[in-house]
């Protein structure tokens, strides 16, 4: 491997991670450009990432994956001014863009450093409202209420869709 396909690889991961937003990047916020290279070996270096991204895939490590809304499965809640939806999948639970965030969190938050960090890289205010700019993937349908709307929640009991069912109910209970 040359030095302009590593580069490339490098882009390629940092761009699909980036829109995937699995993760939040702390340190480099700079995506690297795509190096010159010839599309010989552009085409190579795809060949190469699928694979990269099938291993990640396969060891449990979706950061590659960008979660796809299925609209007859999207899910809302409310609470402490916030106004979300979002949908489950194998990936996790996924806030879409344009979901209200709570602006603050209950003394008794677990997790509000973290919470400040995301807020910081995916919202944008606007009338003083927290705006998601992006999808969102949480682990958890716990984890994307708790984000929301800033206190510790049962995410299975507190995400509900268009006719009020939780989204216990339509997917855990269906399972038994």
């Given at each position: 491997m040359t030095k302009a396909d590593v580069?490339?690889?490098?882009?390629k991961a940092i761009t699909l991670a980036k829109k995937s937003n699995s993760f939040i990047l702390d340190e480099n916020k700079q995506t690297p450009k795509s190096p010159n290279m010839p599309e010989h070996q552009r085409d190579a270096m795809d060949e190469f990432f699928e694979d990269i991204k099938f291993l990640t895939s396969f060891m449990g490590c979706n950061i590659f994956e960008v979660s796809e809304p299925i609209v007859e499965h999207l899910f809302y809640t409310k609470g402490r001014g916030c106004n979300a939806k979002g949908f489950y999948n194998s990936s996790g639970f996924t806030v879409l863009k344009g979901s209200i965030i709570a602006n603050s969190c209950v003394s008794s938050f677990s997790w509000?450093?973290?919470?400040?960090?995301?807020?910081?890289?995916?919202?944008?205010?606007?009338?003083?409202?927290l705006i998601l700019d992006s999808d969102k993937t949480f682990s958890s349908p716990s984890t994307a209420a708790d984000f929301c709307i800033g206190s510790s929640n049962n995410g299975w009991l507190v995400w509900k869709?268009?006719?009020?069912?939780?989204?216990?109910?339509?997917?855990?209970?269906?399972?038994?």
């Open positions: 580069q490339y690889l490098e882009y509000k450093d973290r919470r400040e960090k995301m807020l910081n890289e995916y919202i944008s205010v606007e009338n003083g409202l869709d268009k006719d009020g069912n939780t989204l216990d109910s339509v997917y855990r209970k269906q399972l038994k």
